[in-house]
């Protein structure tokens, strides 16, 4: 036998052969390739593609969450948009009319932050220039980074509505914005009050608890004595704002804790707590107190009973020394109180914490009855400077300008020393709210602002003429009810995506206070209400409420922006000459940028004119199958999520989703926050420009978007790996088929038993394809995808049927069936792909069905038949790929120690002991499925050095070489090469192959 087969002179085999023919490259080329894939869908308008192909169907559509147009995409930016692609795209394509409008936040500090940048770089003062030439500065900034992120997105590959966007500073949107806050005066909700609010002094202006985070910062410490006449000792309290103490005007303490009276019995001489001072304080905490003062000694000299703290009052610490502050400080029992740190007692500042003014203001008739002033002072002003309501500190500032320490803290524990009042102080390094803008400090402070109640009864869903009705009449309740508790049903009735979710944010909604909606700046939508005062207290204002007015505002906001109200004159253009004697005054507050976002779904959702194919979707028609998803990353609880329920709940009495799927962030490969000062950054124009937007949706997809993602170069090499040999499976079904004839196609029934082994799991992994996109669980489908592709097809299948496919005769049912299970799996395989690999999905399809204007994206995913599940089957070619693994191992072996090459050169022994392996066998060419040229099955017993797997018993293989010659087109080695005089050297197989191609005109020669 010759180990290199030779034709007849002027015969070349090779050109006989059925071998695979594509122009589908090997080699992707996606940054090159995607970009005219991106001009080619736009030049057939793939979007209205989609549109008309989904008429008529049921709605199923991802509202955008609004990013913010102040620069360049970033990795989460395209996890994120990546993402909704997936949802839109697959649920299109699982039968819905899945339509997405992008959509941009433009309002708000961010942007009103880049101008002020800008005018400290020229020497420019804001104060200076007319709010509305500066609005426009702000509009314009905007628009610049929504063009620049609108091309970042497209080139990610994402299907919408490019061309037709919302943006929160459309002026149909600002004036649908200015209608939702009307509303919540309509319907009593929004009021004039005052509270704590955190406060960014850099920036001047409140904010809300989605705009800050929390960074390590050192505070000074103190623990402050609060002298009683009656207790027979100062109440000891410690704080880490020492700034607050001006504001203090009641202490809280807790009816669970044990407290005593301490004595200190020896100090240091230098000691502010000395030899015989007396003190209150929680019993589990007096020793870390004296510790902290550095008190060499003390003793517990009595008990204190937490009822006899009720009603007492105390002196402030300033009392004896400084003017101002000689006013009774009460003991108010509180439920925040602990003694797991200070000392059993909470200094309590209405002005400066949140707890501290519910405490303060729970206790309004008690103060009255103790004839105790119970007014909030306003100690600091808008840039942290100390007022005349903190006597004898005025001028004092917390922060800087530029958000640094200021002066203030020092003075006051200067203060407490010269008072003998300060008892020990420290240092402490904490988690503390900053900016997450400037990244400075914020602090807590008392300001009017406008507020939405969320414990006061409404009636919403009622007609509002002037604030824009409901599209749809029953939508909402009518009954009274409070906004937290509406929320909270609605909440109960949404599904969360993971579940988690439903627990994060009821949390969140039941304990939040009231929303802070106002904000002190100049770009955004104002709260468009006429207000005066209505009573003696500052905080007593009566809103109008006047239909002409309102329809007169929103007509302008609608024809001019919001810039019309800020143009001089009005005040008397809305209001009309009568009422504008009548006192009222032009609200100039913004609102809250997060009302701006969470209103999206009013004006995009519910507008029948500006997005008509999304109208009506949001109401449940059709017995619910329309349903509306909202995506975005898991801080969005307390953000959009949070502030478009509260928003609709206020207005329509429901949610504005059904759906809600929450995303974890993008850390880099060791699991670090990216920085760019750690270098660390991986950015996805980067990733696209060596290795191709495909690259990046793959890895999306292989993410567990629950949890935090990484990525980096090493993360990113393992994708591309997978994606080559996901198109390389791709690319070798398309040379496949490149010779299949439609005519050629075989019914299922008349396949062989493989053939039906590989449809009846395609039909289980369209299943679990199925299933997996509508659990939107991207990460299953290409897990189940690239298991099929590498593991039954690539490794096994192909593998196997390459012989039949490259040899057999045309009219072979084996070759034919193999075809047309080709021809079924890359149908599928492709459509399956294409919501997640769109360019590569789409170029595949394009490969394969050549078209002008054609598509994979608007494919339906194809439908499986029920005859192709064949469980029994299944079961049966597990058992054979048992006994193949077993096969295998051993030729590898074989040719380890080269005593074997390729696998054709073979022709083992297998010895199959176990009774249900054996069955199996039955009717099986293991030959065929082993790739060797023989192979004899044996029922005895296996020598001693036969070949074994551990994990798999009843089965050995003994190699042997295969005997005969080999055959010079297909090489196997069979002792039948030279039977056929035509062709002396091939196998009977590969001559009647030849004879045919010659009956049909095709040979080469």
Known sequence: MTDT????????????????????????????????????????????????????????????????????????????????DFVTKSQQMLGHDSNYVPGWDCHGLPIEWKIEEDYRAKGRNKDAVPVVEFRRQCRAFAQKWLDVQREEFKRLGIVGDWAHPYTTMAFAAEARIAAEIMR??????????????????????????????????????????????????????????????????????????????????????????????????????????????????????????????????????????????????????????????????????????????????????????????????????????????????????????????????????????????????????HAYPHSWRSKKPVIFRNTPQWFIAMDKPIAVGASEASAGASQQAGIGHNAPETLRDIALGAIADTRWVPAAGENRITGMIGNRPDWVVSRQRAWGVPI??????????????EILRDDAVDARILAAFAAEGADAWYEPGATERFLGAELAAEGWHKVDDILDVWFDSGSTHAFVLDDPVAFPSLAGIHRRVDGGADEVMYLEGSDQHRGWFHSSLLESCGTRGRAPFDVVLTHGFTLDEHGRKMSK????????????????????????????????????????????????????????????LAHFEDSERVPAAGMPSLERFILHRLSELDETVRAAYAGFDYNRVMAALSGFMNGDLSAFYFDIRKDALYCDPLSSLTRRSALTVVDEAFRRLVVWLAPILSFTAEEAWLARHPSDTGTVHTELFPDTPAAWRDNALAAQWRAIRTVRRVVTGALEVERAAKRLGASLEAAPEVFVTDPALKAALENIDLAEVCITSDLRVSSGEPPAGAYRLDDVSGVAVLPHRAEG????????????????????????????ALRELGRAGRLPW
């Open 5 to 84: 087969p030779q034709a007849p002179e002027g015969r070349d085999y090779s050109k006989t052969l059925f071998l695979p023919r594509t122009d589908f490259p090997m080699r992707a080329g996606l940054p090159q390739k995607e970009p005219e894939m991106l001009e080619r869908w736009a030049r057939i308008d793939l979007y209205g593609k989609l549109r008309a192909a989904a008429a008529g169907r049921p709605k199923f559509v991802l509202h955008d969450g609004p990013p913010y147009a102040n620069g360049n995409i970033h990795i989460g930016h395209a996890l994120n948009k990546i993402l909704k």
């Open 184 to 429: 919540f005066a309509r319907n009593g909700s929004l009021y004039r009050g005052s509270k704590p609010v955190m406060w960014s002094v850099v920036e001047k202006t409140a904010l809300a608890e989605a705009e800050v985070e929390y960074e390590d910062h050192t505070s000074d410490t103190v623990f402050v004595a609060f002298p009683s006449t009656s207790l027979g000792g100062s109440v000891v309290i410690w704080t880490t704002t020492p700034w607050t103490m001006p504001g203090n005007r009641a202490v809280a303490y807790s009816n669970r804790v044990a407290y005593g009276l301490y004595e200190v019995s020896e100090a240091a001489a230098d000691n502010w707590a000395a030899p015989g001072a007396r003190y209150i304080l929680a019993d589990k905490l007096a020793e870390g107190m004296f510790k902290a003062a550095r008190v060499d000694g003390f003793r517990r000299v009595a008990d204190v009973a937490a009822e006899a703290l009720a009603g007492q009052v105390l002196a402030h610490p300033l009392a004896k020394t400084m003017p101002g502050y000689g006013f009774p400080v009460p003991l108010l029992a509180g439920d925040h109180v602990t003694d797991e740190a200070g000392t059993g007692f909470v200094h309590t500042a209405p002005s400066h914490g949140r707890e501290d003014f519910d405490l303060w203001m729970a206790s309004g008739k008690a103060l009255a009855q103790a004839n105790i002033d119970a007014r909030i002072p306003y100690t600091i002003d808008a840039d942290s400077s100390y007022t005349a309501d903190a006597p004898g500190f005025e001028g004092k500032r917390v922060l800087t300008e530029a958000g640094a320490r200021g002066d203030a803290n020092d003075a006051v524990m200067a203060a407490l020393v010269a008072a003998g009042t300060l008892v020990a102080r420290g240092r402490l390094k």
């Open 528 to 541: 468009a209400i006429f207000a005066r005062q209505g009573g003696a207290g500052p905080m007593d204002v």
């Open 677 to 736: 000062s750690k270098g660390n950054v991986t950015a996805p124009q980067d990733i696209i420009k060596a290795s191709g937007a495909d690259i990046l949706r793959l890895w999306v997809a292989g993410a567990d978007y629950s949890d935090d993602q990484r990525i980096g170069k090493e993360i990113l090499a393992t994708t591309a790996d997978s994606y080559r040999k996901l198109r390389n499976s791709l690319r070798w079904m398309l040379g496949t």
């Open 965 to 992: 010659r080999k055959c010079a087109r297909s090489w196997r080695i069979t002792p039948d090469v030279g039977q056929d005089a035509d062709y002396p050297d091939v196998t009977p197989r590969d001559a009647e």
